[in-house]
């Protein structure tokens, strides 16, 4: 697994990125590996931004007069969704736990611990064991406050990935999964609130995504590589 601590990019950039119209529900991205750097989304999540106000932040954020992703999860007036991926999950739980009156879910790529020291990684390079027995509890009383929270792992053996996990928040087959996941999460019975306007939202984001990338991904599959 790639270990985005020694990343260099990390240190450049602006620490949140925002696109999108405010009146859109919410999308807060919590990045450790810093690739909005150039004061923009990665081009696969632009899309997004028509139908959703993405929240790029580059972890860590806290720096200088750049306001925390607490105090920006705290100015926001509808509900969120936070994506996290690698490093970033333990702290999308924490930051869900203390906004749960706004967060309406969670979805974690590649999750990993901030600290690895005693926890092993897979065969494949992955975190799942630790993510589905450390993080049980966290997860089991989220969804007891009405958050909605799923992981998925990506494979190097995946011929649309094609790269070493953590695979990039920017790869389009991670967009789609995860927009994916946030429609799972819609009006199920687990959420008692209506959603549909914001269904509706995230359905027009999804279809921009899968016009614009679904081609080459599924090209990408049939072929191998």
């Not at 959703?52 to 105090?71: F, K, N």
């Not at 005693?118 to 065969?123: I, L, P, R, T």
């Not at 997860?139 to 990935?161: C, I, N, W, Y």
Request: aromatic share 4%; proline share 8%; glycine share 8%.
């Amino acid at each position: 697994m790639r270990d985005f601590q020694d990343d260099d990019v990390r240190g450049a950039g602006p620490p949140v990125v925002w696109h999108g119209l405010e009146s859109a529900p919410v999308l807060l991205v919590l990045d450790p590996a810093g690739e909005a750097k150039h004061d923009a989304l990665p081009a696969t999540w632009r899309p997004l931004a028509d139908h959703l106000r993405v929240g790029w932040c580059r972890l860590p954020a806290e720096t200088g007069d750049t306001p925390s992703v607490d105090q920006l999860l705290e100015g926001v007036a509808t509900h969120a969704h936070l994506v996290a991926a690698g490093t970033a999950a333990e702290a999308a739980l924490r930051l869900a736990d203390a906004h749960a009156d706004r967060v309406r879910s969670v979805v974690v790529v590649d999750p990993a611990p901030m600290t690895r020291a005693g926890v092993e990684a897979d065969a494949d390079g992955s975190y799942a064991d630790w993510w589905d027995t450390d993080t049980a509890a966290a997860r089991q009383h989220l969804l007891a406050r009405g958050v909605r929270v799923a992981a998925f792992v990506s494979r190097e053996t995946d011929p649309a990935v094609r790269v070493e996990p953590p695979v990039p928040l920017g790869h389009p087959d991670v967009v789609g999964r995860v927009v994916q996941l946030l429609l799972s999460f819609q009006g199920d019975r687990a959420d008692p609130e209506p959603v549909e306007p914001e269904r509706a939202e995230v359905v027009e984001a999804w279809h921009a995504v899968r016009e614009r990338f679904g081609p080459a991904l599924e090209r990408a599959r049939r072929s191998g590589g």
